[in-house]
């Protein structure tokens, strides 16, 4: 290969069909064995000078990324139409696979707006939640003389009794500073209110970080606060906060202060101290392994004192299915909750649990967390400890999950599978056809390019200032013989591996002598001009 390669050529670009030195309507058979051809050629092992393995090591590495793009039939349309500034952008792979140019256009130009919405995401780090509370207790507190007195017929009366929406964005504002802007809304029993609070966070170092906040509500009034948070050791921190609403009633102040430490590797404990309207000093231990998730909490206050329990257990399978359970008692009474949770796709989690409480009664809570949202569905059925509640809340959920998978997930994964399978198949039994055809038609070489050169050659006519600008390309050529043939595509010889522009901006030829069967044969090709040897040739009679 020329010596000045790595100089004179920007990999950056290189046209791939060049590179391949394939025509831009090739098969992928015919990419196929150009790119094994090139890699067996330029394969760095091949070479034990560290300059000439470097040089072989950068062009084997450019075939490769030009075959995986090639290759690949929606990708070579988006290089076709965007060129390589089209394959940078992210997501072609989770799109539907087009050819026509019109729609992959349309594909790129969505993808583009995705992505500014993507990296707008990224900044700004939005949260939000959405509780929607659901009055099912008509469906099991009924008495049966009440059932005749009903208008309608007796059906029973499912309303939506109350509502939650929340959300955060932030905005980053220096390198250690962040702005958090978020607001709520409420309703419950056709009364409600909502709020807005701003919060500025810094972060003074590794270790600590502190942040301001002010809020507005339309029912306890404005609101200041202060929270810091600091390590004190690499195993120990220390949160405390502080804040001021001010309400019709007048100024209610709070403060809590909050420690935590690392008992072992798996192991938190937590002491927190909270005065205020709610006064209450809880402690609480959290283990949390790759198997388990446990948690013990005792809180003492006014008017809230209570101990509570649960434990969550986590399969290892591929949809991170957990079962949990908690006991909690108090002066309030006594909650069992128990309940599932299981990934149903990449970015969604779903899951059900089942609170039975004196005197709560019988609630089901649906959630389902989506990417940074979460959607809750609290279904208040009754407000007594009724079994038939208690069966349909544990069973209902179920059995709804279990039809849908089977009737809709299942069959959908299952086509979905066997769609990639028979890809395969297909992908497999056209190589294995490649291979033999290439085996069957291996011959010796019969080509051999003796000489060859690429430039500006100079004619008996031309001006004597005027000197050739030629480079060697004799042993790139010969590289590029397969079964006694060379064959050249339309485009610039330049970009062929191993060559180099020797004079930019003037007309180029490539000058070729070689042997063919035993006889001498030269030719002169345009730059642009495509070749196929030995049939266009002009015959050199040898001398004898």
Known sequence: MAASVEDEFDFNTQDYYSLLNVRKEATLEELKSSYRRLCMLYHPDKHRDPELKRQAEQLFNQVHQAYEVLSDAHSRAIYDIFGKKGLEVEGWEVVERKRAPAEI???????????????????????????????????????????????????????????????????????????????????????????????????????????????????????????????????????????????????????????????????????????????????????????????????????????????????????????????????????????AERKISRHSVLSAAVSIGVPQGVTLKIKLARASQTYLFPVHLTDQLLPSAVFYATVGPLLVYMAVHRLIIIPYTKAQKEQELELQRKSSATDIAQKKQEAESAVSTGLIVLNAWYGKFVSDTSQKQDKAKVIDVTVPLQCLVKDSKLILTEASKAGLPGFYDPCVGEEKSLKLLYQFRGVMHQVISADTEPLRIPKQSHRIESES
Request: hydrophobic share 30%.
């Open 105 to 339: 256009r349309e594909e790129y130009e969505r993808l583009q707006r995705e992505r500014e919405e993507r990296r707008l995401q990224q900044r700004t780090n939005p949260k939000g939640t959405i509780s929607v509370g659901v009055d099912a207790t008509d469906l099991f507190d009924r008495y049966d003389e009440d059932f005749e007195e009903m208008p309608g017929g007796g059906f029973p009366h499912v309303e939506i009794n109350k509502m939650h929406i929340s959300q955060s964005i932030e905005a980053p504002l220096t390198n250690t500073d962040t702005a958090v802007l978020s607001g709520s809304l409420s309703t419950h029993n056709g009364s409600g209110g909502g709020n807005i609070n701003m919060t500025v966070r810094r972060v003074t170092s590794a270790k600590g970080w502190g942040e301001v906040e002010f809020g507005a509500g339309d029912i306890l009034g404005p609101l200041v606060g202060l929270k810091v948070f600091r390590n004190i050791t690499p195993r120990c921190f220390l949160t405390a906060q502080c804040g001021l609403q001010f309400s019709p009633r007048g100024l209610r102040p709070s403060c809590s202060l909050m420690t935590a430490r690392h008992l072992d590797q798996n192991t938190m404990g937590y002491l927190q101290w909270r005065w205020g309207p709610n006064s209450a000093m809880t402690t609480s231990l959290v283990r949390d392994t790759k198997s388990s998730h446990f948690t013990l909490a005792l809180q003492l206050g006014v008017p809230h004192s209570y101990l509570m329990m649960s434990y969550q257990y986590k399969f290892q399978d591929e949809d991170q299915t957990k079962v949990k359970g908690s006991v909690k008692t108090g002066w309030f009474g006594t909650v069992v909750e128990y309940g």
